[in-house]
């Protein structure tokens, strides 16, 4: 590709052309793929419902898998997996195709049926794009939840999708440690009793407690399966999995995809995106247990036939070169993480970079949070060689795929560091103000996209009514995302970050109120309210103040049991930065806790309007903590 960029020229007229006839242009998509039945209609979109490829059939397992066997890809990697400790696991197209079917037939051996749902909380290892692609496979709908989430997190997904089937491991692994993901399902399914079967693999020898009748061993039961399971047509509206993400109440989403527009919608993409060809090794960073794992490590990938690489393990650990390493030696061509993992990578500095050659990169992507300039062109230079262009792509996990980026793999036009730039084909992008009208170039807007997309979601599981309030009543047609952004007079967007009560902690979604709830759940906590404040490795960290219930006092031993509480509640990636002890919050006269304050206190910027406040002397009080947090941190320096 060189490292030449090309002017706009027609690119913006063929954006233009594209989303006009939406329907065109995606049936031209989507008969890319092999389709089991061809659709009848390529779009029913009765608002906000729509329904994409209608009366086509399809099988999510068969296309990123059993298709590859017809050519030379059956020999070659599909799957690269490295542990921290340099374990390795390579599984060609036909082992993956072997272990998928062996797969699907123990779930099938187990009871599990088309529609039925199959929990995995499970680490980074292969088995866990195996479950993905086995319950695909049936037509079993699969829901992952991060491994790093904890008990309570990890049984409200459950008990949202009534599932009766979870897959685990004994342990995940992380910087040298064991994590007890056996011994914290055991802790779940007191909370979440419609579980009847868990299915444990085993990694270590380490003792875990076995339940007889619920509990079974993963390696016991693929005895007894079958070599070859049918994959089963499914309709393109069939549901491939729900995810949970984070929303502005307590409780999470559960992200419904469907098979056929989802998969229609990641293979596009991915091919304008980064130019995925069979012959690009991809190194997608997230855990699978988010949507980028999902549509960057398992789906889009394999549906081109590339290899797909896995690492289980962090940036730094057992050295900040680990990843460098990682690139040189599998020859990765597509590099694809956060910009929280950047910042730290570029706080180690350069010299970790010199002793790896990263001359096999072809194209470096960004992706989850807003990467700052001067960031990226430490990226460009460091890591690309000024050779490779950077892809920030800016998606969700309601999207399903990425929605705005550059795309190389099409037209490579200039790139301006920390603008997502334009919107791809298809997508009808823009940025409005509160009325929902567009905003003039330079002027702050909300984003929204104002024509359905076969990647977006069908709705929230069992929650049609959330679905339509969440996202389609702020703006009248149009979904609304929930972000900031701009345009600039060239059209290329800038995103600045969320616009409602979401955080982004080191690009992961976490919901203030989720997080309030876990301190409020504290015996001794009588109100709480949580923020994020900008950091300049995560993007964000979480603050929290508190109000006691009478009899308690403030000090260090709560502050370190709210932080066990959360940490016990949601993860450790949802642990408290800062616990602030007030007697009040500062509220709306009608009770709503006014965030928006709270925030201005911690940055030491205006508080803007108070009318609606009900008593001034609550930021009063947060003011004078504030400071006194302020001096005491001072004074440790
Ligand atoms: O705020 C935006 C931010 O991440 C949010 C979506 O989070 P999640 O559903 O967890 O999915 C993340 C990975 C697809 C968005 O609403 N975001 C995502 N990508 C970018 C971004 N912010 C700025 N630039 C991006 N490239």
Same mark, same amino acid.
């Given at each position: !590709?060189?490292?030449?960029?090309?002017?706009?020229?027609?690119y913006?007229?063929?954006?233009?052309?594209?989303?006009?006839?939406?329907?065109s242009?995606? =049936?031209?998509?989507?008969?890319k793929?092999?389709?089991?039945?061809?659709?009848?209609?390529?779009l029913?979109?009765e608002?906000p419902?729509?329904?994409?490829? =209608?009366?086509?059939?399809?099988?999510a397992?068969y296309?990123?898998?059993?298709?590859?066997?017809?050519?030379?890809?059956?020999?070659? +990697?599909?799957?690269?997996? /490295?542990?921290e400790?340099?374990?390795?696991k390579?599984l060609?197209?036909?082992?993956l195709?072997?272990?998928?079917?062996?797969?699907?037939?123990?779930?099938r051996?187990?009871?599990?049926?088309?529609g039925?749902?199959?929990?995995?909380?499970?680490?980074m290892?292969?088995?866990?794009?195996?479950?993905?692609?086995?319950?695909?496979?049936?037509?079993?709908?699969?829901t992952v939840?991060f491994? *790093?989430?904890?008990?309570?997190a990890?049984?409200?997904?459950?008990?949202?999708?009534?599932?009766?089937?979870?897959?685990t491991?004994?342990?995940?692994?992380?910087?040298?440690?064991?994590i007890?993901?056996?011994?914290?399902?055991?802790?779940?399914?007191?909370?979440a009793?419609?579980?009847?079967?868990?299915?444990?693999?085993?990694?270590?020898?380490?003792?875990?407690?076995?339940?007889?009748?619920?509990?079974?061993?993963?390696?016991?039961?693929?005895?007894d399966?079958?070599?070859?399971?049918?994959?089963?047509?499914?309709?393109?509206?069939?549901p491939?999995?729900?995810?949970?993400?984070?929303?502005?109440? @307590?409780?999470?989403?559960?992200?419904m995809?469907?098979?056929?527009?989802?998969?229609?919608?990641?293979?596009?993409?991915y091919?304008?995106v980064?130019?995925i060809?069979?012959?690009s090794?991809h #190194?997608?960073? =997230?855990?699978?247990?988010?949507?980028?794992?999902?549509?960057s490590?398992?789906y889009?990938p394999?549906?081109?036939g590339?290899?797909?690489? !896995?690492?289980?393990?962090?940036?730094?650990?057992?050295?900040?070169g680990?990843? #460098?390493?990682?690139?040189?030696?599998?020859g990765?061509?597509i590099f694809?993480?956060?910009? $929280?993992?950047?910042r730290?990578?570029?706080?180690?500095?350069?010299e970790?970079?010199?002793?790896?050659?990263?001359?096999?990169?072809?194209i470096?992507?960004?992706?989850?949070e807003?990467?700052?300039?001067?960031?990226?062109?430490?990226?460009y230079?460091?890591? *690309?060689?000024?050779?490779?262009?950077?892809?920030?792509?800016?998606?969700q996990?309601?999207?399903g @795929?990425?929605?705005?980026?550059?795309a190389?793999?099409m037209?490579?036009?200039?790139?301006?560091?920390g603008?997502?730039?334009?919107?791809?084909?298809?997508?009808d992008? /823009?940025?409005?103000d509160?009325?929902?009208?567009?905003v003039?170039?330079?002027?702050?807007?909300?984003?929204?996209?104002?024509?359905? #997309?076969?990647?977006?979601?069908? @709705?929230?599981?069992?929650?049609?009514e959330?679905?339509?309030e969440v996202?389609?009543?702020r %703006?009248?047609?149009m979904?609304?995302?929930?972000?900031?952004?701009?345009?600039?007079?060239?059209?290329?967007?800038?995103?600045?970050?969320r616009?409602?009560?979401?955080?982004?902690?080191?690009?992961?979604?976490?919901?203030?109120?989720?997080? /309030?709830?876990? +301190?409020?759940?504290?015996?001794?906590?009588?109100e709480?309210?949580v923020?994020?404040?900008?950091?300049?490795?995560?993007?964000?960290?979480?603050?929290?103040?508190?109000?006691?219930?009478?009899?308690h006092?403030?000090?260090?031993e709560?502050? *370190?049991?709210?932080?066990?509480?959360?940490?016990?509640?949601?993860?450790?990636?949802? $642990?408290?930065?800062?616990?602030h002890?007030?007697?009040k919050l500062?509220? $709306?006269?009608?009770?709503?806790?006014?965030?928006?304050l709270?925030? =201005?206190v911690?940055?030491?910027?205006?508080? *803007?309007?108070?009318?609606?406040? /009900?008593?001034?002397?609550?930021?009063?009080?947060?003011?004078?903590?504030?400071?006194? %947090?302020?001096?005491?941190?001072?004074?440790?320096?």
């Amino acid at each position: !590709m060189g490292g030449k960029f090309y002017p706009v020229k027609g690119y913006i007229d063929f954006l233009k052309a594209a989303s006009s006839d939406i329907e065109s242009f995606w =049936a031209r998509e989507a008969s890319k793929l092999e389709w089991f039945k061809h659709w009848d209609r390529v779009l029913e979109w009765e608002e906000p419902f729509a329904k994409w490829f =209608a009366g086509g059939m399809l099988n999510a397992s068969y296309l990123c898998v059993d298709k590859h066997l017809y050519s030379w890809h059956k020999n070659k +990697v599909a799957l690269y997996w /490295e542990d921290e400790e340099g374990h390795t696991k390579a599984l060609s197209y036909f082992q993956l195709y072997r272990e998928v079917n062996r797969f699907a037939s123990m779930l099938r051996n187990l009871g599990v049926n088309k529609g039925d749902r199959v929990v995995l909380y499970m680490p980074m290892i292969p088995e866990l794009p195996i479950a993905m692609l086995a319950s695909a496979r049936i037509g079993a709908i699969h829901t992952v939840v991060f491994s *790093g989430f904890s008990s309570q997190a990890l049984a409200d997904r459950i008990n949202d999708t009534s599932a009766e089937i979870l897959i685990t491991a004994d342990f995940g692994k992380r910087r040298g440690r064991l994590i007890p993901l056996k011994e914290i399902v055991d802790e779940t399914l007191k909370l979440a009793p419609t579980i009847k079967k868990v299915v444990v693999i085993r990694r270590t020898k380490e003792a875990i407690n076995i339940e007889d009748g619920r509990d079974f061993m993963y390696h016991e039961l693929i005895k007894d399966a079958e070599n070859y399971v049918e994959p089963e047509p499914l309709e393109s509206c069939h549901p491939l999995y729900i995810l949970y993400t984070s929303g502005t109440t @307590g409780k999470p989403k559960g992200v419904m995809h469907s098979t056929g527009g989802y998969l229609v919608y990641n293979y596009a993409t991915y091919k304008w995106v980064f130019d995925i060809s069979d012959e690009s090794i991809h #190194w997608c960073t =997230a855990d699978v247990g988010w949507v980028t794992g999902h549509s960057s490590i398992v789906y889009a990938p394999l549906l081109h036939g590339a290899t797909v690489l !896995m690492f289980e393990g962090t940036p730094d650990y057992p050295d900040p070169g680990v990843w #460098w390493r990682i690139i040189e030696k599998y020859g990765v061509t597509i590099f694809y993480t956060s910009p $929280t993992a950047i910042r730290m990578l570029m706080r180690y500095g350069e010299e970790w970079l010199k002793n790896y050659d990263l001359s096999s990169l072809k194209i470096l992507g960004s992706v989850g949070e807003p990467i700052n300039p001067e960031v990226w062109r430490w990226y460009y230079k460091n890591v *690309g060689g000024e050779r490779c262009p950077i892809v920030d792509t800016w998606w969700q996990t309601e999207t399903g @795929g990425i929605m705005i980026s550059p795309a190389p793999g099409m037209e490579l036009i200039p790139l301006k560091p920390g603008s997502v730039t334009l919107p791809l084909p298809g997508i009808d992008a /823009e940025v409005v103000d509160e009325e929902g009208k567009p905003v003039s170039a330079g002027i702050k807007g909300y984003l929204v996209i104002r024509k359905p #997309w076969p990647g977006m979601l069908m @709705g929230l599981y069992r929650d049609p009514e959330r679905y339509r309030e969440v996202y389609w009543s702020r %703006f009248k047609g149009m979904y609304y995302t929930g972000d900031y952004a701009m345009k600039d007079e060239e059209g290329y967007f800038w995103i600045f970050g969320r616009a409602d009560e979401v955080i982004k902690v080191a690009g992961h979604r976490l919901g203030t109120a989720e997080i /309030e709830s876990a +301190v409020v759940s504290a015996p001794f906590v009588a109100e709480a309210a949580v923020i994020g404040k900008p950091d300049p490795i995560k993007g964000e960290v979480i603050v929290v103040f508190v109000i006691l219930k009478e009899g308690h006092k403030p000090g260090d031993e709560l502050r *370190g049991e709210i932080i066990r509480h959360v940490r016990e509640h949601i993860g450790p990636i949802a $642990t408290p930065d800062e616990v602030h002890f007030v007697a009040k919050l500062p509220k $709306t006269r009608s009770g709503k806790i006014m965030r928006r304050l709270l925030k =201005a206190v911690i940055m030491d910027k205006p508080i *803007g309007d108070i009318t609606t406040l /009900e008593d001034e002397a609550s930021i009063e009080e947060v003011k004078s903590v504030y400071e006194e %947090f302020k001096h005491i941190m001072k004074s440790r320096l």
